[in-house]
Antibody
Framework: EVQLVESGGGLVLPGGSLRLSCAAS????????MHWVRQAPGKGLVWVSR????????IYTDSVKGRFTISRDNAKNTLYLQMNSLRAEDTAVYYCAGEKDAFEIWGQGTVVTVSS | QAGLTQPPSVSKDLRQTATLTCTGNSNNVGNQGAAWLQQLQGHPPKLLSY???NRPSGISERFSASRSGNTASLTITGLQPEDEADYYC???????????FGGGTKLTVL
């Protein structure tokens, strides 16, 4: 079964850090470019970051540049998102998604809440 | 970063046809077309189509996508109760070097 499973979400204070993980199974992880997409409560989807299949290229949406870092370990079939200097507006469900041509594979999401 | 424009809501009767629109510009929708995703309440998104009306395996032929200039469309024929969901378009923006999403359209099947 093709599957992405996110973990690492939780409640964090403003200015704090979290590291999200996304474990892949059932498909050739190293062949897919991978994304993080987030969705604030009651709001729409917002693309956050993308990494190419071998990890040599990364891009970010402007609002997280310099604060978030996307990475992957193809040997462990795992995608990561290191989030630093978190703000209240980063509160959202964070989804990882796999791309061959578009966002073909999605995880169930992990909830990140930034609040004091 | 600028997003794509979708109408917030569309309502159609059971078994009728709904056409959802997504307007961008020549750097995104007008360049490589758009992908369409469906999100049922409480679930992650699911890809319905990408680029030139390519449907992933298992997606019903009732869903078809098209593009005219900078506007992409998703047509859903024979509306069923299970089609009631939020629909998002997305496209790669060559100017921003980023993916952009529309704000989503909530489809209500009456």
């Amino acid at each position: 079964e093709v599957q992405l499973v996110e973990s690492g979400g939780g409640l964090v204070l403003p200015g704090g850090s979290l590291r999200l993980s996304c474990a892949a199974s059932g498909f050739t992880f190293s062949s897919y470019w991978m994304h993080w997409v987030r969705q604030a409560p009651g709001k729409g989807l917002v693309w956050v970051s993308r990494i190419n299949n071998d990890g040599s290229s990364t891009i970010y949406t402007d609002s997280v540049k310099g604060r978030f870092t996307i990475s992957r370990d193809n040997a462990k079939n795992t995608l990561y998102l290191q989030m630093n200097s978190l703000r209240a507006e980063d509160t959202a469900v964070y989804y990882c998604a796999g791309e061959k041509d578009a966002f073909e594979i999605w995880g169930q999401g992990t909830v990140v809440t930034v609040s004091s | 970063q600028a997003g794509l424009t979708q109408p917030p809501s569309v309502s159609k009767d059971l078994r009728q046809t709904a056409t959802l629109t997504c307007t961008g510009n020549s750097n995104n929708v007008g360049n490589q077309g758009a992908a369409w995703l469906q999100q049922l309440q409480g679930h992650p998104p699911k890809l319905l189509s990408y680029r030139k009306n390519n449907r992933p395996s298992g997606i019903s032929e009732r869903f078809s996508a098209s593009r005219s200039g900078n506007t992409a469309s998703l047509t859903i024929t024979g509306l069923q109760p299970e089609d009631e969901a939020d629909y998002y378009c997305s496209a790669w923006d060559t100017s921003l070097s980023a993916w952009v999403f529309g704000g989503g359209t909530k489809l209500t099947v009456l």
